[in-house]
């Protein structure tokens, strides 16, 4: 498949869960009464949810807290490990090396859902409070995918020379060494985007973050699962909007991704043919 053929597919898979999470509480309209559970047909078109609920609108209801949450942990996560990583590859001091990264192997040892699971039976977080846990737990892959990606950069000669220029370490952790890892930065931020949305909606799933009768797509799933056989919409459409979710952005990412240069060897092979056709006419 074609670079942008990949991009056109990637789009059009997340163009709906992307726009339904963010427009579509705009078009809710008035909850109206509530039916009679996990029925079909009537004036509820995708049928009702556990509590007799209208499902699409539980679905245009449903989507923005998990797009929300899963954009900010990501991000937050990158703000925490981007900096860590960088101070990590360029420092000279063995000690401030141990010092911000072996904290992170402890972390890193500890299962990202327990530890989101334990702090939460013990503070209650909300949207806030489960965006912020989830971060705190993608920080230190985070940190080591970009240390290492660092690391190879700040070992070339050039940063030993725009130390010796006297350039500042700003200039020279941001303009060089940064720009060099930004490729894998990039690549890492679709993968840990989509392992994000999973664990956000496995949290949602498991009742951390929102209350038990929310409209959130993961909770949909959880709360409507035991009328699958009966009414299989509740349950297959905001599982289905949650996994193009995720496919989306990662052909997204691939497709952005995806190298268009031609092999090195292949060009000079090229050239070396080209010149010895000019060579032939002349």
Same mark, same amino acid.
């Given at each position: ?17 992307? @726009? ?35 499902? /699409? ?80 737990? #993608? @920080? ?5 995918? @970009? ?69 959130? /797509? ?14 299989? /919409?509740?349950? @297959? ?12 952005? #990662? ?32």
């Amino acid at each position: 498949m074609t670079t942008h053929r990949r991009f056109a597919l990637g789009s059009a898979v997340i163009a709906v869960p992307l @726009v339904l999470a963010l427009l579509g509480p705009l078009f809710t309209g008035d909850p109206g009464p509530r039916g009679t559970s996990f029925t079909l047909g009537g004036d509820h078109w995708l049928g009702t949810d556990f509590v007799g609920r209208d499902v /699409w609108r539980q679905v245009l209801l449903g989507g923005r807290t998990v797009v929300l949450t899963a954009l900010a942990a990501t991000a937050l996560a990158y703000l925490v490990a981007v900096p860590v990583a960088l101070g990590s590859a360029l420092t000279r001091l063995r000690w401030l090396e141990e010092l911000l990264m072996r904290p992170l192997d402890v972390l890193l040892a500890v299962p990202s859902l327990l530890l989101i699971l334990l702090v939460a039976s013990v503070l209650s977080p909300g949207a806030a409070g489960l965006a912020l846990l989830v971060a705190l737990v #993608n @920080v230190p892959d985070a940190a080591r995918i @970009v240390r290492a990606a660092a690391g190879e950069a700040a070992a070339r000669p050039a940063v030993e020379a725009l130390r010796m220029q006297g350039e500042t370490w700003w200039r020279i952790a941001v303009g060089y060494v940064g720009r060099s890892a930004l490729r894998t930065l990039a690549a890492d931020a679709g993968i840990r985007l989509t392992g994000v949305l999973y664990l956000v909606s496995t949290a949602a799933f498991l009742g951390v973050g929102v209350a038990p009768d929310a409209a959130d /797509w993961a909770v949909m799933v959880d709360r409507n699962r035991t009328g699958l056989l009966v009414q299989p /919409w509740a349950v @297959v459409v905001p599982a289905l909007l949650i996994v193009a979710l995720t496919m989306g952005t #990662n052909l997204l990412f691939d497709a952005a991704l995806e190298k268009k240069a031609v092999p090195q060897e292949e060009t000079s092979f090229t050239k070396k043919a080209s010149l010895g056709k000019k060579g032939r006419r002349r």
